[in-house]
């Protein structure tokens, strides 16, 4: 590429002289400019390779790596990772940018993975390196809808009538995420268990057509998304692996199964500007005051 570009010079010499343009800047003043500005660049672009953090994700731990100047740092061990927090503000959320607040076991600080695309999707990426839960943790054996139905509601069983469809008063009504998200806390914080959605009170099937018919997307998929983006909102795109979402049909009707894991660290529910930490007691799920959630975290998260 050298003498093919050293072969065009002379040429490009007589067309910028025959030009005329050599009476305001002389072509070997041009030459050094642009050879400068290309040395320039490259400088640049070395000094950017070489400053800027690179974070390399591995089975074992997580790595900080800035040149060859400085040794590879450990920021995190990953099957010491208690805790994964997506952190972005509203220009990050446009252009999916964020922080990943990393939190582990028995270290005194968070670590931090900064600045960086698609936070979200990395933060999945690592939560799938971390090894099976214990037994505690582990998926609770999934019992058939229609069984789950027949028992009723209970300790670890609730029913929710829609996800956004107010059928009181026949309107879409957001704020109905809220208590399908509360149990959902509920359960983390506590044993575990099923919400189905599309189950009457009463135990009664209703489906899931009320809410197709008002989402963009029409289908499961569509209700997934939506069920997604609450999700993330309310409760943390962090805690959303302990969750296994499901579609199954009872008595010709589809409804959706979701299926929660105990967390292993705190969950807690965003709604109306503050959070609130709530347990599954008996049949329902109950806020904690300040105190009483303190002492429950404390005993139940020691580890």
Same mark, same amino acid.
């Given at each position: 590429?050298?003498? %093919? ?17 050599? =009476? ?12 400068? @500005? ?26 900080? !790596?800035?040149?060859?100047? %400085? ?24 252009? &999916? ?17 900064? &600045? ?24 609770? #054996? ?15 069983? #609730? ?51 009320? &809410? ?17 983006? =609450? ?10 692996? %302990? ?17 929660? !894991? ?7 529910? !965003? ?8 347990? !599954? ?7 904690? @005051? ?10 139940? %998260?020691?580890?």
């Amino acid at each position: 590429l050298l003498p %093919f570009l050293l072969t065009l010079l002379p040429n490009l010499r007589q067309s910028y002289e025959g030009a005329g343009l050599a =009476a305001t800047v002389s072509y070997n003043l041009l030459v050094a400019i642009g050879m400068t @500005t290309i040395q320039v660049l490259i400088i640049g672009i070395s000094f950017v390779a070489w400053y800027f953090p690179v974070y390399q994700i591995q089975r074992e731990r997580i790595l900080l !790596r800035r040149s060859n100047l %400085f040794e590879d740092k450990v920021i995190a061990e990953t099957q010491k990772i208690s805790g994964i927090e997506v952190q972005q503000g509203r220009l990050g959320q446009r252009l &999916d940018y964020g922080t990943l607040i990393i939190n582990s076991k028995g270290a005194e600080e968070s670590a931090y993975i900064k &600045d960086i695309s698609n936070p979200a999707t990395h933060a999945r990426m690592i939560e799938d390196l971390i090894e099976p839960e214990t037994a505690e943790h582990a998926p609770p #054996e999934q019992k058939p809808a229609a069984e789950l139905i027949a028992a009723g509601e209970g300790q670890r069983i #609730e029913f929710k009538s829609s996800l956004m469809w107010d059928y009181r008063r026949q309107v879409v009504n957001k704020a109905l995420y809220e208590p399908v998200m509360k149990n959902l806390v509920g359960f983390m914080n506590s044993t575990g268990g099923t919400l189905l959605i599309g189950i009457g009170d009463d135990g009664a099937v209703l489906g899931l057509e009320a &809410d197709y018919q008002v989402m963009k997307k029409p289908d499961s998929d569509g209700f997934e998304n939506v069920f997604n983006m =609450a999700f993330n909102k309310m409760i943390g795109v962090e805690y959303r692996r %302990f969750v296994d979402v499901a579609f199954p049909q009872v008595e010709g009707k589809e409804i959706c199964a979701v299926s929660v !894991r105990p967390a292993t660290w705190p969950a807690y529910l !965003r709604a109306k500007g503050s959070e609130a930490f709530y347990v !599954r007691a008996g049949n329902a799920s109950q806020p904690l @005051t300040v105190s009483q959630a303190a002492r429950y975290i404390q005993d139940k %998260f020691k580890d």
